[in-house]
């Protein structure tokens, strides 16, 4: 196989990625607006508990719980952290740091200092590799052309 098949391959790859991306959030979507219509019909045929296809499927009462937007936190001038520390929660706290923050700060800290200094080599793991840049090609020209220009 030729290199030019090989990079149509990948981009056909990247294509069904983003496609089963797309497909995914849609079918999210729906299960969940199935989910309420059938919780709304079980109620209404007063139904608690169905069978179909080898499954049990019953109505349950949850409660969810999730963070409020920040700006009705700073609009209350309360800090989330420190109002879960507050109340005893604070061990549900876990740091993090992002994986692509992590690789676009070192590789600045790098690039400004020559080298990864020995105290961060000593927990951060490095190695080079290839990787494939893909970009959507842009016909200048023809941009201009249809801006007039």
């Known amino acids: 196989m030729g290199l030019l098949e090989m990079v149509n391959e990948y981009q056909e790859l990247l294509e069904e990625k983003e496609g089963l991306a797309e497909a995914t959030k849609k079918n999210n ?9 059938i919780a709304q019909q079980m109620i209404d ?23 409020k937007s920040e700006e009705s936190l700073q609009e209350a001038g309360l800090d989330f952290l420190e109002v879960l520390r507050e109340q ?23 690039e400004e200092q020559g080298e990864l200094p020995a105290e961060l080599a ?24 249809k801006k007039g220009e």
């Not at 979507?29 to 219509?37: R, T, V």
Request: charged share 35%; proline share 1%.
């Open 122 to 145: 000593e927990v951060i793991n490095s190695y080079d590799t290839f990787d494939i840049v893909r970009r959507k090609e842009t016909n200048r020209a023809l941009k201009k052309a």
């Open 88 to 110: 005893g929660l604070g061990d549900i706290i876990v740091e993090t740091v992002n994986s692509r923050t992590l690789q676009s700060t070192i590789k600045n800290l790098v």
């Open 45 to 67: 045929d007063d139904c608690p508990k169905i069978s179909s296809g080898g499954y049990t499927f019953s109505l349950s009462d949850k409660t969810i719980y999730s963070k």
């Open 29 to 37: 979507k729906a299960i969940e607006e199935k989910k309420q219509e």
